[in-house]
């Protein structure tokens, strides 16, 4: 139980371009969802709490415009990095808590890489 | 600010030995704490989990202790096998949702 999918697994893209990346509790309702970046040989950071039906909570740094969130369902939310440049490029990995828990429960990831 | 953050950032065992990662945290309010696994280009895997009202709790292979005087979080990997080379994370949470993770130890098994 409690199975996170992301899709896709792997991006490349152009410059300028944007990426969507979807998080999808496979067996369980989430009314929470998390975002997180992961660079090489560091710890996961914390870019946004999604809340189904109402709107994301920005870490503190993270522009909001740039990285959009919209979690519509109980069992699906959504990255969009928009106008993606290479600074962009990094292992984004999604996580949703069951309705009342607090444990989290991690996707696959999802690597982007932007030329 | 308050943060988790972890003592050892690598640990080289022998496979069949026992494996400790530790995990130093700060914030006192802190209620509740995980251990993940994260192997490379996957995504964490919750591995146990300890609530703050209990010091010790098992899990198959693996034992979580907590001390709350300390602040201090460890894992213990018993028999460590190939399979459980990765990136250890703790994790605490303070609030309802919001989790806090540290740097990571990556654990090495020697054959």
């Known amino acids: 139980g409690a199975v996170v999918s992301q899709h896709p697994s792997w991006v490349i893209c152009k410059s300028g371009t944007s990426v969507k990346i979807e998080c999808r509790s496979l067996?369980?309702?989430?009314?929470?969802m998390f975002w997180y970046r992961q660079f090489p040989k560091q710890s996961l950071m914390l870019m946004a709490t999604s809340n189904e039906g109402s709107k994301a909570t920005y870490e503190q740094g993270v522009e909001k415009d740039k990285f959009l969130i919209n979690h519509a369902s109980l069992t699906l939310s959504t990255l969009t990095v928009t106008s993606a440049h290479p600074e962009d490029s990094s292992f984004y990995i999604c996580s949703a808590a069951l309705r009342g828990g607090k444990t989290q429960y991690f996707g696959p990831g999802t690597r982007l890489l932007v030329l | 600010g308050e943060s988790v953050g972890l003592h050892l950032p690598t640990l080289s065992v022998q496979e069949g030995d026992n494996s400790i990662i530790n995990c130093a945290y700060s914030?006192?309010?802190?209620?509740?704490f995980i251990w993940y696994k994260q192997e490379s280009g996957k995504g964490p895997q919750f591995i146990i989990d300890?609530?703050?009202?209990?010091d010790k709790r098992q899990g198959q292979r693996v034992t979580v202790l907590l001390n709350k005087t300390v602040k201090h979080l460890s894992l213990q990997i018993a028999a460590t096998q190939p399979g459980d080379s990765a990136v250890y994370f703790c994790a605490e949470n303070i609030d309802n949702n919001d989790m806090r993770f540290g740097a990571g130890t990556r654990l090495t098994v020697k054959p």
């Open positions: 914030n006192s309010a802190s209620d509740y």
């Open positions: 300890i609530r703050s009202n209990m």
């Open positions: 067996d369980f309702q989430a009314t929470t």
